[in-house]
């Protein structure tokens, strides 16, 4: 499958990925993951994306293009892609509507996350990951808890809250998602791709996307 996963910070991109992986070996390419892996390495990437990333602004789209055009190329996306929180902007759409042509791949459909707002914030401010960087495992304090000692239950090291998991670092990211990545619903319902899930349970949204890509 070949998919863009919209919907704001806290909607469930991430886990409807990791699901929708599984059912048919198609890659999570998340932008975030990518990005916070560049700052943990150093790279010039990281090193110029950090700031932005910390106050939970967006990365400048010149940056963010360069890294994806780069990653879509890669032998493991021919099989499929969920693209997990990219496009964020209306540029990076138009950007990655010409890389797309420009490589000959087609989308199966824009997936919209369609969550109430408490849920998001309820969900965010509760969140916890794994500390591992090639585990990255999500948590939630309440109704998917790390073990008691607080640590990944895959691989045993420590579960933290993002940096950018602050109260204040949440209520700027999701302003920036409004402001930023919501006009991206209207744009993919222009281009005749959007498709829109009510979502308050990940498993009960894969399995009707996966209903969705076999009509
Ligand atoms: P979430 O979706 O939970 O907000 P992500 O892990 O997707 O978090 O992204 C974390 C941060 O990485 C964002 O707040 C932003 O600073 C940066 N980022 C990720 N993807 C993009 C993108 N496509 N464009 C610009 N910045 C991005
Ligand atoms: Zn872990």
Same mark, same amino acid.
């Given at each position: 499958?070949? #998919?863009? &996963?919209?919907?704001?910070? *806290? ?8 699901? $929708?992986?599984?059912?048919? *070996?198609? +890659? ?16 010039? &990437?990281? /090193?110029?994306?950090? *700031? ?17 055009? +780069? /990653? ?9 892609? @969920?693209?997990? !929180?990219?496009? /964020?902007? =209306? ?11 420009? &490589?000959?791949? %087609? ?11 408490? +849920? =998001? $914030?309820?969900? @965010? ?12 495992? =999500? ?17 045993? %090291?420590?579960? +933290? ?8 670092? #949440?209520?700027?990211? &999701? ?10 619903? !209207?744009?993919?319902?222009?281009? *005749? @791709?959007?498709?829109?899930?009510? %979502? ?9 996307? =996966?209903?969705? @890509?076999?009509?």
């Amino acid at each position: 499958m070949k #998919i863009i &996963l919209l919907g704001a910070p *806290g909607a469930g991109k991430g886990t409807v990925a990791k699901l $929708l992986m599984e059912a048919d *070996g198609s +890659i999570q390419i998340s932008t975030g993951d990518l990005l916070r892996a560049a700052v943990k390495e150093g790279t010039e &990437l990281g /090193r110029q994306a950090k *700031g932005y990333m910390d106050r939970g602004d967006l990365v400048p789209d010149s940056l963010i293009m360069d890294m994806m055009e +780069i /990653r879509l190329q890669e032998k493991d996306c021919r099989q499929g892609f @969920l693209l997990d !929180g990219f496009p /964020r902007t =209306i540029p990076q759409a138009e950007a990655l509507k010409e890389v797309m042509k420009r &490589l000959d791949i %087609s989308l199966d459909f824009v997936v919209n996350l369609d969550v109430p707002r408490d +849920i =998001i $914030l309820d969900r @965010l401010t509760t969140r916890r990951t794994c500390a591992n960087g090639s585990c990255q495992e =999500i948590y939630n304090t309440k109704s998917n808890p790390p073990n008691a000692d607080g640590t990944c239950k895959k691989c045993g %090291s420590p579960t +933290i809250q993002r940096d950018d998991e602050t109260e204040g670092a #949440i209520l700027n990211r &999701l302003e920036v998602y409004n402001e930023k990545t919501a006009p991206l619903i !209207g744009f993919y319902q222009g281009e *005749g @791709l959007l498709k829109t899930f009510l %979502s308050v349970n990940s498993k009960d949204t894969v399995e009707a996307v =996966i209903k969705a @890509l076999k009509e």
